[in-house]
Nanobody, 114 residues
């Protein structure tokens, strides 16, 4: 059974930082591309960042230089370090795993507000 445990979301002031974590189980973590999407109210879900099984990374233009994705295959966990947050980063952030199938986490809320 595929499971994700997402953590690290919350309320942060503009300019602040958060680190999201997504611990996965139920599939061969090291073989999957892992990543994060986000969805703001009234908007479509959009890719934020991804990291392949060979540790290649890909970032959306709007987060490049501010966010860093990483993975620890010994812990079956993917991370998203988010710095220089602004109000436009407010969204629900979803962890996902993709290979032959795609699995989704339940989402964690990130709110950037003063």
């Amino acid at each position: 059974q595929v499971q994700f445990v997402e953590s690290g979301g919350g309320l942060v002031q503009p300019g602040g930082s958060l680190r999201l974590s997504c611990a996965a189980s139920g599939f061969t973590f090291s073989s999957y591309t892992m990543g994060w999407y986000r969805q703001a109210p009234g908007k479509e879900r959009e890719l934020v960042a991804a990291i392949t099984s060979t540790f290649n990374t890909n970032y959306a233009p709007f987060v490049r230089g501010r966010f860093t994705i990483s993975r620890d295959n010994t812990k079956n966990t993917v991370y998203l370090q988010m710095d220089s947050l602004n109000s436009e980063d407010t969204a629900v952030y979803y962890c996902y795993a993709r290979a032959m199938q795609t699995y989704w986490g339940q989402g964690t809320q990130v709110t950037v507000s003063s």
